[in-house]
Every structure is written in C-alpha cells, then in structure tokens.
C-alpha cells in the first residue's frame, strides 16, 4: 500500500521538553511538507523539503526543527522554544511543486 | 496578501440532496486549486485538482469548477449520502514552482439519513 505513514498518533509532552514526530512515505515524493491544525483556522505550514538533504521555513517555523537525510523520512521535532505546542500536526508529500498533495493521517500532541 | 474563505462554515442537509460548497481567493494569480476532504481526528483525502488554465474537474458525483477571475472556486457534490459528512476544504497554490498552498478553514457538512 502506498502512502504516507505518520506516529504516533497521540504524544502527550511534558512542559520543557522536547519531542520528535514521525513521517514516512512511500510514494517516491521528492515534497514533503509539515503543518500545523488549530481549531477553528486553517492548515499552517511549518517546514517543507524540497528534496533530500535540503529544506526551506514555513510561515510558522519558530520552534520546530526538521531534517531530511532520506528521500522517505522527514521528522519533526518540536522543542521547548514552542510556545503553545498542543494542536494537531499532518505530514504531506507530492511529487514535486504544485502538484497533487498527500496527507498522513496526523499526530495530535498535547502539553501536559 | 493571498487570503482563502470558505462560507458556510457548518451546512447540514438531507440525504439525496445535490450541494454546492464555496471556496474564494482574493488574488487571482494562482497556479491551482485542490479540494479535501477530512474525517474527524484523520488526516485530508485530496478529492480533486484543478489546474488554473482548466475550468473544472469531476470525479464520480463531485464536480469542482475554478472561475480565476472572480476568485472563486465550488465543489458540487450530487446526491449527498450521509457517508459524506466531513469537513472539506480548499487550497490554493501561490504561484508556479511554488510548494506552497494556502487552505482554507473549511465547511463541516453534515448529511442526514
């Protein structure tokens, strides 16, 4: 099954923390991309890659970090610079620029 | 600044009901426009993509029609079933060889049986 492949679904962190979520896929996209969903607004882009080994800031980066050491990989870390970390976060890919998206099925983390 | 709004936010309708759902965008120069669909607690299903030099795409008992110069796009949903309850929502590309979209805050459709 082709597709993309996000974990957990459920993260609970603690305040000062740092945690890291997971997405992979497997549809040979060179795109991938990370948003953020809050109640009541729209999608949010956090980072994108392009392509392996190079990624670019979103609108709303202050306090992620990513990186994309293989093609299927691109992690999420969201460090304690975050201020309001709880929302729910979806993993994209496409195959290259201003084409069709794919979504993972989310991670929703919440601070404790 | 490209800004995209979705009215109504909530619509709830009969079973076997045909419905459109809007999508407008206040600059005109996009590439595309993707319609989505999503479950509650899921990630988005890509429904369809209109390309801007293309007038409207359908697939099944959707049909989503891209008027550029008005900014503005609808997704008509023939039939409703109550399988189609989900929020959906709209997103535009801001220009060629960009990776960037701008989504919309969607319409949370509700389809009784």
């Known amino acids: 099954d082709g597709g993309i492949t996000q974990s957990p679904k459920y993260l609970f962190r603690k305040e000062g923390q740092n945690v890291t979520l997971s997405c992979e896929q497997n549809?040979?996209?060179?795109?991938m991309y990370w948003y953020r969903q809050d109640p009541g607004q729209g999608l949010r882009l956090i980072y994108y890659?392009?392509?392996?080994?190079?990624?670019q800031k979103g609108d709303i980066a202050e306090g992620y970090s990513v990186s994309r050491e293989k093609k299927e990989s691109f992690p999420l870390t969201v460090t304690s610079a975050q201020k309001n970390p709880t929302a729910f976060y979806l993993c994209?890919?496409?195959?290259?620029?201003?084409?069709?998206?794919?979504f993972g099925q989310g991670t929703r983390l919440t601070v404790v | 600044k490209q800004e995209v709004t979705q009215i109504p936010a909530a619509l709830s309708v009969p079973e076997g009901e045909n419905l459109v759902l809007n999508c407008s965008f206040t600059?005109?120069?996009?590439?595309?426009l993707q319609w989505f669909r999503q479950d509650p607690g899921k990630g988005l299903t890509s429904l369809l993509l209109?390309?801007?030099?293309?007038r409207e795409q359908t697939s099944g008992r959707l049909n989503a029609s891209l008027d550029k110069s008005s900014g503005r796009s609808t997704l008509y949903i023939a039939a409703s079933q109550p399988g189609d309850s989900a929020t959906y929502l709209c997103?535009?590309?801001?220009?060629?060889?960009?990776?960037?979209?701008?989504f919309g805050t969607g319409t949370r459709l509700k389809v009784l049986a």
């Open positions: 994209a890919s496409s195959a290259s620029a201003n084409t069709e998206a794919f």
């Open positions: 549809l040979n996209h060179d795109a």
């Open positions: 890659s392009q392509i392996v080994n190079d990624f």
């Open positions: 600059d005109s120069a996009i590439y595309n």
């Open positions: 209109i390309q801007s030099s293309q």
């Open positions: 997103a535009v590309s801001r220009g060629s060889g960009t990776y960037k979209y701008i």
